[in-house]
């Protein structure tokens, strides 16, 4: 299957950093800029994996790279999307298929 990576999506996730006021704060961090094949669901596709299709469901596909986790969130397209899970596709650590939903404002 030929992937087309022509997408640019933003992994985003939360650290925390040290304040003028040497306080600790949680900020928002790009973690990478990967390019992505981006994959809309259909609801039945979704329910069949055990995800809620009240939600709105897309598949991000990426050359595979370490970091990404399950508490971070991806943007793409003006939108936030939370990540449900991530597999490494065939276990071979060439890209990773990252299944995430349209985050509730």
């Keep these: 299957m030929a992937y087309h990576f022509n997408s640019r999506i933003e992994v985003i996730g939360t650290v925390s950093e040290l304040n003028d006021e040497g306080e600790f704060s949680t900020v928002e961090k790009t973690i990478a800029k990967p390019w992505a094949d981006i994959k809309t669901m259909r609801a039945k596709e979704f329910e069949v994996m055990g995800f809620d299709a009240t939600k709105t469901p897309i598949r991000f596909i990426v050359r595979y790279r370490k970091g990404i986790e399950l508490d971070h969130k991806i943007k793409y397209a003006g939108e936030d ?3 449900e899970s991530i597999a490494n596709d065939d276990g071979k650590n060439q890209t990773l298929t ?3 939903n349209k985050k509730d404002i």
């Design 81 to 83: 999307y939370e990540i």
């Design 98 to 100: 990252i299944f995430a």
